[in-house]
């Protein structure tokens, strides 16, 4: 079978590395295809890419393929798509939460922004009937000339995708010419958050795998899939987690980022730019109610800050030395793609106490590697702690304990230091039914691959664009026509310029 796996860019085959190399040991052809590169980002994927390349040769390629910003539709196609994406955050399930309906409002035309806003459209049933007019508007947005002639070139039985729905995302188009030439489609869901943080599924594939029955939920209620469409796998992304054992001994290790290994120590997870865009502050509040505790191993304990990775340039100078054993690690912060970075972040859990932080997937990994996981409320970040849906699923799934104040805060970790077999029971139980939901014992992957292949035998008919968006495309493309011949006239003749060749790295494309 020959899959075309389309992603925003290398670093989310961090969470499909697993998946990728199964396919390719069972003879399946992928084909990766990125809208942007990523070289030299924290993001960046390449590496996972290198190692993928390395172990299947002949059936592991990837390239790039950048949406034309000079094509007259890109315009059209990101103000239709932001203010759809914007407008379902005016929706009564987001009722709490400003903070995503503020980053949404930041994407959204300002001119769809007011209208929104006017008073006479403020309800839901006015929100509606925007939104109709806008979803007839957006179905008529043409698929990309390039991608059209990817397809061609490329002829995939199956269309793997994700994430889909960011912001700013046009991969609908490789949904859509999947779905004219009859060709199998699946969205693999990456991340706890992307259902729910993100903007909408515009063009719901033909089968969406998510980790667990919660997401199954939030893809039918948020998004409009059939439950029949979705199906639950437990989630591939942290599926090497379990079959990991710590690479170096305690003492070497805390010797190595400057912590005393005679005493147990804290981990404190730093957040997204989004969820906490300046969180020196709260922690240097929260060392300092630590370091006040009453009770002697909590208050000697020692403490490693590890900064997000998209998020880690506020902690450059921090000097948290004046709390004692208090370290920053690695200051510069570091993505678990490569090896070598994966194991430091495994053992930095493994030999951690215990684990804080204010909203981050790296609590669901502190829970997998059986560490107790806290978190206090932050009022200043309350729109992106329990204003989020995602960060839901911790407090109600029984994984956090979560703490009104950092008093009360710090009381719960001083009583960790006598955890019980409950507490333990009750982050396994959390790990199951969120991560594992076919058991602890049962990887993720092989059911991900299960139902890709399950799909790609599949019969689906193409569907090509319905008769009344064909004539809105024809009107619509009509008018931008005249408008690039109007700007033409009237733009004075420029000179004529020869570019240089831009210098690109190689890609390992198909054939």
């Known amino acids: 079978m020959r899959i075309l796996f389309a992603i925003s860019h290398l670093g989310f085959l961090r969470n499909f590395e697993s998946t990728l190399a199964l396919l390719a040991e069972r003879g399946h052809t992928v084909h990766v295809v990125t809208d942007r ?6 993001t960046d994927g390449t590496p996972i890419a290198e190692r993928l390349g390395a172990r299947f040769p002949e059936t592991f390629t990837w390239e790039t393929v950048p949406p034309d910003k000079r094509d007259p539709w890109f315009a059209v196609s990101s103000g239709v798509r932001e203010s759809l994406n914007y407008w379902r955050y005016l929706a009564p399930a987001f009722a709490d ?13 300002a001119s769809m922004v007011w209208l929104s806003g006017l008073p006479l459209l403020r309800s839901q049933g006015s929100l509606r009937a925007m939104t109709a007019v806008f979803r007839s508007l957006e179905r008529a947005i043409p698929v990309r000339p390039e991608i059209e002639a990817l397809f061609d070139r ?18 609908v188009d490789y949904v859509r010419g999947a779905r004219r030439r009859g060709i199998n489609s699946v969205l693999a869901v990456g991340s706890w958050d992307h259902l729910t943080t993100k903007g909408l599924i515009h063009e719901l594939p033909d089968r969406i795998v998510v980790w667990n029955e919660m997401q199954r939920t939030e893809a039918a209620e948020l998004h409009g899939a059939r439950p029949d469409q979705v199906v639950a796998t437990g989630a591939q ?12 001994s305690r003492e070497p290790f805390c010797a190595r980022i400057g912590l005393p290994a005679t005493r147990p120590y804290l981990l ?6 989004f969820i906490a865009p300046y969180e020196v502050d709260v922690v240097r509040r929260w060392i300092r109610a630590v370091r006040e505790s009453g009770d002697q191993t909590l208050k000697t304990a020692g ?57 981050t997937s790296a609590l669901i990994e502190s829970g997998i590697v059986g560490r107790p996981v806290f978190s206090f409320r932050v009022p200043e970040l309350s729109g992106t ?31 960790s230091f006598e955890s019980t077999a409950r507490e333990r029971d009750r982050v396994r139980q959390f790990v199951q039914s969120f991560v594992r939901p076919y058991g602890l014992d049962e990887p993720a992957t092989p059911r991900v691959v299960r139902a890709i292949e399950e799909q790609a035998a599949a019969v689906v008919t193409p569907r090509g664009l319905p008769a009344r968006s064909q004539v809105l495309q024809s009107v619509i493309g009509g008018f931008l026509s005249l408008a690039s011949l109007a700007r033409g006239s009237a733009r004075p003749a420029a000179k004529t310029r020869v570019d240089k060749p831009a210098k690109t790295k190689p890609e390992r494309q198909a054939t």
């Not at 404190?268 to 730019?273: E, K």
């Open 268 to 273: 404190y997870m730093c957040s997204s730019p």
């Open 154 to 171: 490329y002829k995939p039985d199956l269309l793997l995708v994700t994430p889909l729905l960011y912001f700013g995302s046009r991969q």
């Open 237 to 248: 992304a942290y599926d090497h987690w379990f079959g990991y054992t710590p690479t170096e």
């Open 37 to 42: 590169r990523s070289e030299g980002s924290i």
């Open 385 to 415: 702690q329990e204003g989020t849906l995602h960060f839901r699923h911790l407090t109600r799934g029984g994984l956090l304990t979560l703490a009104d104040t950092l008093d009360e805060h710090v009381a719960q970790l001083q009583r």
């Open 97 to 109: 939460a400003p903070d995503l309906r503020a980053r949404g409002r930041k994407q959204a035309p």
């Open 303 to 359: 403490v490693l800050v590890r900064p997000h990775p998209q998020n880690a340039a506020q902690w450059t100078d921090v000097d948290l030395t004046v709390f004692g054993a208090a370290a920053v690690w690695p200051r510069a912060g570091a993505n678990p793609i490569g090896l070598d970075a994966r194991r430091d972040y495994f053992d930095s859990m493994h030999h951690a106490h215990a684990v804080v932080g204010v909203n």
